[in-house]
């Protein structure tokens, strides 16, 4: 996947794919909410997990970015809007 990204070589299909991994990485391998000891060891196992969460959550984000690129119609009508009409809504 890592190839076809760096070539070229059908670079949205393998970064799509690699987000995905990213996402599920992220989810089912550090989670960092699990040790217990967060808020009580400031070199504890979960502070290193939550580091590592978000790592791979923005390299998802980056693939996602490849993918999509800048002229996600989402994304475009987003931009399009001025910043005191946008209303985000979960």
Do not use: E
Request: proline share 3%; aromatic share 16%.
């Amino acid at each position: 996947m890592s190839a076809g990204v760096v070539t070229g070589n059908a670079d949205r299909a393998c970064a799509f794919v690699l987000a995905g991994y990213c996402g599920v990485t992220a989810l089912v391998w550090k989670q960092f909410w699990r040790p217990g000891d967060f808020w009580t060891n400031s070199n504890g196992k979960a502070r290193a997990l939550f580091w590592d969460f978000w790592k791979n959550l923005a390299v998802a984000a980056g693939f996602l970015f490849i993918t999509f690129g800048t002229t996600a119609s989402s994304v475009d009508a987003f931009l399009r809007i001025p910043p005191s009409h946008r209303i985000l809504t979960a």
